[in-house]
């Protein structure tokens, strides 16, 4: 059985491997990614003129006026004080051909005292990579290797991300089992040394895979500083990669999964199958008929937060009305705001989305991003979930060099073990 675990560990580190680098470089960095963007597209930014704000509904018209080929898909409803808000933009379909137009932009910032323009960007582009797009570039990165489009999904990166994530979560457990000592096989024909370490206890073996021997060979200390490092870091390791997989199957494997063996309420999207990407639901509702209905909805329950964001899913139909304060998004520990959903076509509500709210594993469903990001703990956790992308990547790096060691070596060995090259013409005996 050990030597099935050690092939299965072998083949996933190498088949994961340089995704897995990618992944925890990228992860350690966009840790802080709204800080390290504010740092670079402060003129974006930064707003001087005095207020009040706009409403951002005309801030929306104004954008889809100026270039009537987009369309508005998320818009803040209040900007945090000295700042400019950003609108969101996709294309709208182009009736001559029948398909999306082409924009070199997907993100707006606008004064929202003013509605003059500060800058365009498109967020996430692999190329060419400015000071504006480098955060979000490394964004998608991590979560679509920046795969492109194509056979009408958007989802290809995000898809071999998850079936990786699901290969690392196994693997996690060989690994793991890799590291306990060996069953105890005690013969005379053992050396002395030999016998005595194996007539240890449990723990006692098992103890130096917790070590790193500093004073040992390299090759010795890459092999201890993987295995030590596995272990000391093992529930971490494993609760990034289940949630890695979690976020980038939802659709496909774990909502369906939860739908079938909890009481899981999915949301409104995860009811209703995506429109082709050139044929998305045009809305008949525009945004001022569903910021007055949430408005209202909200002040029906209670809620004493003001209505933060509403965003529309060209793909589903669907508006969400999301409720924050300026620049608290993220919501409580990362969970997220509390969310109204509405039809695009009729406006009526689907279904609501309150943090910390619901069944156990509508909890469990929610704290999937918080965890990943390490947001559920605050700064301490981004910290954490940094230090974590580092040896995530030091781990698949330190593993790949030890199979590069024992290839070279099996390979010495059998040139060893390989009879002599006879003479032209004479048949080795």
């Not at 350690?28 to 670079?40: C, F, K, M, N, P």
């Not at 009526?348 to 704290?367: K, M, N, S, Y």
Request: aromatic content about 12%.
């Amino acid at each position: 059985m050990r030597r099935v675990f050690t092939h299965l560990h072998r083949t996933m580190g190498l088949v994961t491997a340089v995704f897995l680098v990618f992944s925890g470089l990228t992860g350690a960095v966009i840790s802080w990614d709204h800080a390290l963007d504010e740092l670079l597209i402060g003129h974006f930014i930064a707003v001087k003129t005095p207020g009040p704000a706009r409403p951002s509904v005309e801030l929306v018209k104004l954008i889809e006026d100026r270039d009537p080929r987009g369309r508005v898909t998320y818009m803040f409803m209040t900007p945090e004080p000295g700042k400019s808000l950003w609108f969101y933009v996709l294309p709208r379909i182009d009736p001559a051909t029948g398909k999306r137009f082409t924009l070199d932009y997907n993100q707006v910032y606008l004064d929202p005292n003013t509605g003059e323009e500060l800058g365009r960007r498109n967020w996430g582009a692999v190329w060419p990579i400015t000071r504006e797009n480098f955060v979000s570039f490394l964004y998608q990165l991590h979560n679509t290797m920046q795969i492109p489009e194509f056979w009408g999904s958007d989802r290809w990166g995000m898809r071999l991300l998850g079936i990786i994530a699901m290969i690392w979560t196994v693997d996690c457990f060989v690994g793991f089992a890799l590291t306990l000592p060996a069953r105890r096989r005690v013969h005379a024909a053992q050396p002395e040394a030999v016998r005595r370490q194996l007539q240890k206890g449990f723990w006692s073996r098992w103890a130096p895979a917790w070590k790193i021997k500093t004073g040992g060979s390299g090759y010795r200390i890459t092999f201890d500083v993987h295995r030590a490092f596995g272990l000391w870091t093992w529930a971490l390791l494993f609760t990034i990669a289940f949630t890695a997989f979690s976020l980038n199957l939802y659709y496909e494997v774990f909502s369906p999964l939860m739908k079938t063996v909890s009481n899981y309420t999915p949301t409104p999207y995860e009811q209703r199958t995506a429109a082709p990407l050139d044929a998305p639901v045009v809305p008949k509702l525009g945004y001022a008929e569903i910021v007055a209905r949430a408005q209202a909805d909200g002040r029906q329950r209670g809620w004493d937060t003001p209505l933060g964001a509403v965003s529309y899913a060209l793909e589903y139909g669907v508006y969400s009305a999301k409720f924050f304060h300026p620049g608290d998004d993220h919501g409580a520990a990362g969970v997220g705001p509390a969310q109204l959903y509405y039809d695009g076509q009729d406006g009526r509500l689907l279904g609501e989305r309150i943090p910390w709210v619901g069944t156990g594993a509508d909890i469990f469903v929610q704290l999937q991003f918080p965890v990943h990001s390490g947001r559920i703990l605050g700064l301490p956790g981004r910290i954490l979930v940094s230090m974590m992308g580092v040896i995530v990547a030091a781990l698949s790096i330190t593993g790949v060099a030890i199979w590069v060691r024992k290839r070279r070596a099996r390979v010495r060995r059998r040139m060893a073990q390989a009879p002599a090259a006879s003479p032209a013409g004479v048949p080795a005996e």
